[in-house]
């Protein structure tokens, strides 16, 4: 069976700190990955989403950056973190060749920035 | 564009009450529709998933949804809600065209009372 993994489940950062966020996806190959930011009381928004090693779509400029170095391995950095950034992070995958894309989340990343 | 439209930002209901949870859609053709639970600190769960065949559909935890063309919606319904079902719950309306991208909903956040 599948199953996704993120980390660290929690983080406290000062502003202005570098961030690195992991997520790795385990049983499928060649997914699609995804990251997703949720702010307090209001709905997901994407953030990156990749269909291969190496390539990355930026839904929303910002601060943040992607990388995908490996198939099953996704990862969510920021050089210098902004208050704004705080919020919990949510990666998840689909499987690629799907013509419908059910989503599998991990278990999220709570991120405070002070 | 695809869209996906949940009206309730708050739903609160006594434990053993009925439940039904809107979601409305904008979609050009037939649509892949998904309900999703998140708990507290946790990722999003599928519930259940709507392609094609029967327009009841049913999910995971006693929950059924009801895709309706006519009225472009997929309501989340539960006979007998039980505390534990205290979450938020997203509708999404799933990728095509060669886009990797489904639309969730704002939320909607039950509460249950004792």
């Known amino acids: 069976s599948q199953t996704i993994h993120q980390w660290p489940a929690t983080l406290v950062q000062p502003v202005g700190s570098p961030l690195s966020l992991e997520c790795t996806v385990e049983?499928?190959?060649?997914?699609?990955l995804y990251w997703y930011r949720q702010a307090a009381g209001r709905g997901l928004q994407l953030l990156f989403y990749s269909v291969g090693i190496g390539q990355i779509s930026s839904e929303v400029p910002q601060n943040l950056s992607a990388s995908r170095p490996q198939d099953r391995q996704f990862i969510l950095s920021s050089k210098k973190l902004l208050l704004s950034d705080s919020g919990f992070y949510l990666c998840a995958w689909s499987i690629r060749d799907r013509v419908y894309n059910e989503q599998f989340f991990g278990p999220g990343t709570r991120l405070t920035v002070l | 564009a695809q869209s996906v439209t949940q009206p309730d930002i708050h739903i609160t209901v006594s434990e053993g009450a009925s439940l039904e949870l809107r979601c409305n859609y904008s979609?050009?053709?037939?649509?892949?529709l998904f309900w999703y639970v998140q708990s507290p600190g946790q990722g999003l769960q599928l519930l259940l998933k709507y392609f094609s065949g029967d327009t009841l559909v049913q999910g995971i935890k006693g929950f059924e949804a009801e895709f309706k063309r006519s009225q472009s919606s997929f309501n989340l319904r539960k006979p007998s809600v039980h505390w534990s079902d205290a979450a938020e719950y997203f509708c999404?309306?799933?990728?095509?065209?060669?886009?990797?991208?489904?639309?969730f909903g704002r939320g909607t956040s039950l509460i249950v009372h004792p």
């Open positions: 999404a309306v799933g990728a095509s065209g060669g886009s990797y991208i489904p639309t």
């Open positions: 049983g499928t190959s060649n997914p699609n």
């Open positions: 979609y050009g053709a037939t649509p892949y």
